[in-house]
């Protein structure tokens, strides 16, 4: 029952980065954010028709962590794990207005720290994955410039087992100066253990708790349900600068809580499992500006700001300066500035008072601040076949003394 804690590894490690799960989507729109510009219609007098095309998108990232405030053991002991994703997209154009989509991929985790549900740590090879595909069909409506895609998705690993649905639509007014997008998404989970192990004959049975804690059910559920609403505002203010502004809502119901993370107690030597409310609403606001400062650069800055009824205030300043290097390589330094306040419901180690309803020792959410660093490195020969190369790189480091490696490689080619 080692494996039982990917589910909690990967969590995490979406936390640090932003989501694993939504990382390979994040680096492609990074990476093509070069063309933002928007393109000017010429009326050539008669009506172009789009070839059927197909493009494949290949992403692998590399991600390590390390650091000393493990949630499985009460907010002490290691939290080391190495995550490599690779990942592969397929969209295929029937005509101009009509698309397919397509993706699939696999979260290959070795950790140390998972072993502790346990107490017997092995190494970081022990290992375990997270499978996940999509299928998705979009459609443009020139005329009117309105554009609608849907997607399925479906994840699994040994405890947690996912059924999601995006529903994105988006429209551009007829002077190409504002863009209107909506996305709705709901994702539908079930957290118990055994999907994946032969003994349970791949049936889930169970939700894994800490080993001396076993002794009892702590949960009367074991599902969870997370709706997500965001919407876009985009306006190009002039030939040289777009403003996005982007208010969201989040609701989650069900388990929050992760059944394997340990709290230790004031006076106490036997721990709890941590217990979290049923119910949590989180509300983003961001706000970017895309400016042309001539010659070969372009700045991207933006903001954000995030409440929760968890107790948690975050703000989020980023930068990034795509710096075109000849006709064929564009350089990418970028940095993110992070900080947010405690939840009502954070202590550390062996600091929870005993009288307490909720309580975690998740560093997660505890007040930190956090910055990222890095360099993207892009390649786009006028070639047939190869359309899009690139490598990116970014050092996290958070004020707890955790830090993240993340190093990812990009291909997309013409089929």
């Given amino acids: 029952m080692r494996n039982a804690g990917v589910f909690a590894v990967l969590y995490r490690a979406r936390t640090y980065t932003y989501s694993l799960r939504l990382f390979g989507g994040i680096l492609s729109l990074l990476l093509w ?31 390590t ?63 375990d994955g997270r499978y996940h595909m999509s299928l998705g069909y979009g459609q443009k409506f020139p005329k009117v410039g309105l554009e609608v895609i849907g997607k399925g998705s479906v994840s699994i690993e040994s405890d947690y087992f996912s059924l999601g649905g995006d ?85 989650q119901q069900g388990l929050l809580s992760t059944p394997f993370h340990r709290v230790y107690f004031e006076e106490s030597f036997l721990p709890k499992v941590e217990n979290l409310p049923e119910q949590r609403i989180k509300i983003p606001l961001g706000i970017g500006l895309n400016s042309f400062i001539g010659g070969e650069w372009i700045i991207r800055s933006s903001y954000r700001f995030y409440w929760d009824d968890f107790g948690i205030l975050s703000h989020t300043g980023n930068i990034e300066a795509p710096w075109k290097v000849g006709q064929s390589f564009t350089l990418t330094p970028f940095i993110r500035f992070y900080t947010q306040t405690a939840s009502d419901f954070f202590q550390p180690f062996g600091e929870h008072s005993p009288d307490e309803v909720f309580y975690t020792s998740d560093y997660d959410l505890s007040k930190f601040t956090s910055i990222k660093a890095g360099l993207g490195v892009r390649y786009y020969p006028f070639a047939s076949f190869l359309k899009d190369l690139s490598i990116r790189y970014s050092y996290y480091h958070r004020e707890d003394g955790l830090y993240a490696h993340i190093l ?3 291909f997309k080619y013409d089929l």
């Avoid at 063309?35 to 095309?53: N, T």
């Avoid at 100066?177 to 709901?186: D, V, Y």
């Avoid at 599902?223 to 982007?246: K, P």
């Fill in 167 to 251: 529903l994105f639509g988006s429209y551009t007014d007829g002077s190409q100066t504002n863009t209107f997008s909506l996305q709705l998404q709901g994702f539908f989970d079930d957290l118990r253990w055994g999907r994946l192990n032969p003994s349970t004959k791949h049936s889930p049975t169970k939700l894994i708790y800490p080993e001396e804690l076993r002794f009892r059910e702590w949960y009367n559920l074991h599902d969870r349900q997370s709706f997500n609403a965001s919407f876009t505002w985009s306006r190009v203010l002039n030939r040289r600068m777009i403003l996005n502004i982007n208010p969201g809502f989040s609701l």
């Fill in 33 to 63: 954010g070069d063309s933002w510009l928007p393109a000017q219609e010429i009326d050539s007098g008669y009506v172009k028709k789009q070839v059927s095309e197909t493009d494949l998108e290949v992403l692998f990232s590399y991600y």
């Fill in 65 to 127: 962590q390390d650091g000393e405030h493990s949630a499985v053991t009460g907010g002490e002991g290691t939290e080391h794990l190495q995550v490599y994703t690779p990942d592969f997209r397929l969209t295929h154009a029937f005509d101009e207005s009509h698309r397919f989509y397509a993706s699939l991929g696999v979260d290959v985790i070795s950790s140390a720290s998972t072993d502790n549900i346990d107490f017997h740590v092995s190494s970081a090879s022990s290992l």
């Fill in 408 to 410: 990812s490689t990009y």
